[in-house]
C-alpha cells in the first residue's frame, strides 16, 4: 500500500458542501417569500 487513501477528509469535505448548498437554498427561499410571508404574519396580527 504506497498510496494510502485518506477517505477521511474526503467524507468532512462532503458534508460541508451539503452543508452549504442547503444553506443558500434556504436563504434564496427566504429571500423569495420573506416579505410574503412577513405581510401574511402583519395581516393576521392587524386582523387580530
Same mark, same amino acid.
Given at each position: 500500500?504506497?498510496?494510502?487513501?485518506?477517505?477521511?477528509?474526503?467524507?468532512? =469535505?462532503?458534508?460541508? *458542501?451539503? !452543508?452549504?448548498?442547503? %444553506? #443558500?437554498? =434556504?436563504?434564496?427561499? *427566504?429571500? !423569495?417569500?420573506?416579505? %410574503? #410571508?412577513?405581510?401574511?404574519?402583519?395581516?393576521?396580527?392587524?386582523?387580530?
Amino acid at each position: 500500500m504506497l498510496f494510502y487513501p485518506r477517505e477521511k477528509g474526503q467524507g468532512m =469535505v462532503e458534508y460541508a *458542501l451539503i !452543508l452549504v448548498l442547503v %444553506a #443558500v437554498v =434556504v436563504i434564496v427561499i *427566504l429571500a !423569495l417569500f420573506g416579505p %410574503a #410571508v412577513g405581510n401574511m404574519f402583519s395581516n393576521v396580527i392587524h386582523n387580530l
